[in-house]
């Protein structure tokens, strides 16, 4: 029930970007319902995230993707009131973790921005990516790219700061608008699922390694 516990819990009309929605008839939509008919059933969420016999990791992998961008997006959206240039000038988690923002256009180096700046910046890039055909494709028979795994592994990785930097500067927040369960339930599903197809270095979780437990 975590969709709809995260819809009654977040603003949607606060959601950071669109959300990017699966096309019905299509391979990739029938899988996405598989994974949140798994989620609905209260089954145990390490074995939610293992690759259904038969179906393509990539596809699996993309399904996911998109899956938590979405809620990542709603989430942060909500707390976006609560962080703001003001409060959280560096992007971090914590005094021992700063993030810096480095893309193929506008910031060629690793950037020092607010976490506000950061965001943006993040749910830009991420929306560009899946919404490429070349990189996510959506029409039959169309392989992926044989980069794909890895632009999922950098997406992954920033969406994992966002939770960072929630847990550490917002969870007071997140305690006061009484959606500490969800966001939990959201972040395990998403360590899981990341820990099961190796996609985010070891090193990145350390700000949050106590977490899972």
């Not at 819990?9 to 994974?35: C, I, M, S």
């Not at 690759?51 to 976006?80: C, K, Q």
């Amino acid at each position: 029930m975590m969709a709809l516990c995260l819809k009654q819990v977040f603003n949607k009309d606060k959601t950071f970007r669109p959300r990017k929605k699966f096309e019905p008839g299509t391979q990739r939509f029938e899988l996405y319902k598989k994974a949140q008919a798994s989620l609905k059933s209260g089954l145990d969420l390490k074995a939610v995230v293992q690759l259904p016999p038969g179906e393509s990791i990539n596809d699996w992998i993309a399904v996911h993707v998109v899956d938590f961008f979405n809620r990542i997006n709603l989430i942060y959206g909500t707390m976006s009131e609560y962080c703001t240039e003001k409060s959280c000038p560096i992007m971090s988690g914590g005094l021992k973790y700063e993030y810096r923002w480095q893309d193929d256009s506008k910031y060629k180096k690793p950037t020092k921005l607010s976490a506000p700046q950061y965001m943006c910046m993040l749910m830009d890039w991420i929306e560009m990516l899946i919404n490429n055909e070349d990189i996510f494709p959506t029409r039959i028979g169309v392989p992926f790219p044989k980069q794909f795994q890895q632009v999922c592994t950098k997406i992954l990785t920033r969406l994992f700061r966002v939770f960072v930097h929630v847990y550490i500067h917002h969870f007071d927040s997140i305690i006061n608008m009484g959606a500490e369960a969800h966001v939990n339930t959201c972040y395990k599903h998403f360590y899981y699922f990341i820990r099961e197809f190796s996609l985010v270095d070891h090193r990145e979780l350390e700000p949050l390694v106590r977490m899972p437990q």
